[in-house]
């Protein structure tokens, strides 16, 4: 009998869909000033500090991280978007 009940609230929890987690907007890393240009930095999955070092190089140099893709945008506020995987940081002009 015991076992009968094991196994359906077995059966009823794995029937049960499992909880996904809310997704979450990139965090607000701050401004960023290069050659007289604000902007203001975003990064998900990445560290503020590896997001604003990584985004000043490219800035400057457009010397990609290892490992990142990026793309340059025109006629947008949103300036570059490096991405590897879940990893992702960007600039916005202001």
Same mark, same amino acid.
């Not at 009968?4 to 029937?15: H, I, P």
């Not at 990064?43 to 490992?67: I, M, W």
């Given at each position: 009998? @015991? $076992?009968?009940?094991? $196994?359906?609230?077995?059966?009823? +929890?794995? #029937?049960?869909?499992?909880?996904?987690?809310? &997704?979450?907007?990139? /965090?607000? !890393?701050?401004? $960023?000033? +290069?050659? *007289? /240009? @604000?902007? +203001?930095?975003? #990064?998900?999955? $990445?560290?503020? &500090? &590896? #997001? %604003? &070092?990584? #985004? %000043? *190089?490219?800035?400057?140099? @457009?010397?990609?991280?290892?490992?990142?893709?990026?793309?340059?945008?025109?006629?947008? %506020?949103?300036?570059?978007? !490096?991405?590897?995987?879940?990893?992702?940081?960007?600039?916005?002009? /202001?």
């Amino acid at each position: 009998m @015991h $076992l009968r009940l094991a $196994l359906v609230t077995l059966a009823l +929890v794995g #029937a049960t869909p499992a909880l996904t987690s809310a &997704t979450v907007p990139p /965090r607000d !890393c701050g401004p $960023l000033t +290069v050659a *007289n /240009r @604000h902007y +203001v930095i975003k #990064a998900d999955q $990445l560290r503020c &500090t &590896t #997001a %604003k &070092t990584s #985004a %000043k *190089n490219y800035l400057v140099s @457009h010397r990609r991280p290892k490992g990142f893709s990026c793309r340059d945008f025109k006629g947008s %506020k949103m300036t570059f978007r !490096c991405s590897k995987g879940i990893q992702v940081f960007f600039a916005i002009r /202001r």
